[in-house]
């Protein structure tokens, strides 16, 4: 299944998540160099998820009819100058405005991607096809954030946005001399499709979307100063724990490809299951070095399994409309991102602790549970006839 097309975007999305991610291992840094708090740092999380939130509807509409290949480009363009701007942005609220111009690509970037990606592969791998894209993003978490924030610690955080920008560029390069250029954008009406989102069937998915997010973002957003003041790990071992939390990331979202393409409701329930029990389970782990350590990679491959499969359910809920929605679908990602960031950092402003964090995504992640169990998780057959998989407690 592995091709060079398939390469290429995951190469971008490796570029993508690492610019997104790794802001989080350098938040002590950032904030020292602005003279903010940490939890105002971290703002520059919800503002990028903020920015693909309110970007990926646009975006969307101003591709939409765009060749797919074109798109993509146009899309790591935005990349470059916004991650350009990173890297020399003199004050927080231009570092703030660069995120945010960074992240008007990211939503249609994963949310085309997806689209493309699934359409190089025989039907019944589409998920598995997704989710080797996504590889990229995981991979950012194994070796973009843990080796960006180890050289943003070194040499300062502005050369990390240097070294993604670099990244960017040679994705950018790989795209335009491997993805098909016969692929096309949407023909139909946007009003036409834009109006099919809004059945519950579609609804449903994205907002299930949002809080698989909010239960991640709450904790990893600060999980540089949780591991260092509550684990009482160093600034080296918290970029090993990321390594070790990456790790997890990447074998996650390969099998959950694999899984969903077998059985999508059992993999999404079982996932959100798994990840209420690990987040509980970290609240204590959290305590001490080694047990906050060794959870990691559990929760990480808990989160990412549910990525694809949710990306897929919500395409396939949207058939009349997928490219739109697999867009939308990545701003609700990211809604819920922001959501999740200012979450934890009102909880922490109010004096909770960092151990109350876990507790929180945990309650998150049973909310996004319960929204799964109550209704069918719908995907199409690998025989294209729109065969529904229900979920446990629609069966009857």
Same mark, same amino acid.
């Given at each position: 299944?592995? #091709? ?113 990606? #699934? ?278």
């Amino acid at each position: 299944m592995l #091709s060079r097309p398939l390469l290429a975007l995951s190469g971008a999305s490796f570029a993508i998540g690492t610019t997104e991610f790794v802001i989080m291992g350098l938040l002590p840094e950032v904030a020292e160099s602005f003279a903010v708090s940490v939890p105002q740092a971290g703002l520059l999380v919800s503002g990028y998820a903020l920015g693909v939130a309110v970007g990926a509807p646009i975006v969307a509409i101003a591709t939409a009819r765009l060749p797919r290949k074109t798109a993509l480009l146009a899309l790591m363009a935005i990349f470059l100058v916004g991650n350009l701007g990173c890297a020399l942005a003199p004050s927080y609220g231009l570092l703030m405005l660069a995120r945010v111009v960074t992240a008007f690509a990211h939503g249609a970037f994963f949310g085309i991607g997806a689209v493309v990606a #699934s359409n190089l592969v025989p039907r019944h791998q589409r998920t598995q096809a997704v989710a080797l894209m996504f590889t990229g993003l995981t991979l950012a978490n194994v070796l973009g954030v843990p080796f960006g924030t180890a050289l943003g610690q070194a040499m300062g955080w502005r050369s990390t946005f240097w070294a993604v920008f670099g990244i960017g560029l040679a994705a950018a390069a790989a795209i335009a001399a491997s993805v098909p250029s016969g692929l096309p954008g949407s023909f139909g009406g946007l009003a036409g499709e834009f109006r099919s989102l809004r059945r519950w069937e579609v609804l449903r998915p994205m907002l299930v979307s949002v809080l698989a997010s909010v239960s991640l973002f709450c904790v990893f957003t600060y999980i540089t100063p949780l591991l260092r003041s509550r684990s009482g790990l160093t600034p080296g071992e918290v970029t090993g724990a990321l390594l070790i939390f990456g790790i997890g990331l990447t074998l996650g979202n390969l099998a959950g490809g694999r899984l969903a393409d077998r059985r999508m409701s059992a993999t999404i329930v079982g996932g959100f299951a798994g990840l209420v029990a690990v987040l509980v389970l970290f609240a204590f782990t959290s305590r001490a070095a080694w047990p906050a350590v060794m959870t990691l990679p559990l929760w990480g491959a808990l989160v990412f399994a549910l990525v694809s499969p949710l990306q897929i359910w919500v395409v396939e809920a949207a058939s009349d409309a997928p490219n739109l929605a697999s867009t939308l679908n990545q701003g609700a990602f990211n809604l819920g991102n922001a959501a999740g960031a200012a979450l934890g950092g009102a909880a922490l402003s109010l004096g909770f602790g960092y151990g109350t964090l876990p507790w929180i995504g945990a309650a998150v992640a049973a909310v996004a549970l319960a929204l799964t169990l109550s209704g069918r998780v719908g995907v199409a057959s690998p025989d294209g006839e729109g065969a529904f998989d229900a979920a446990p407690a629609a069966r009857g």
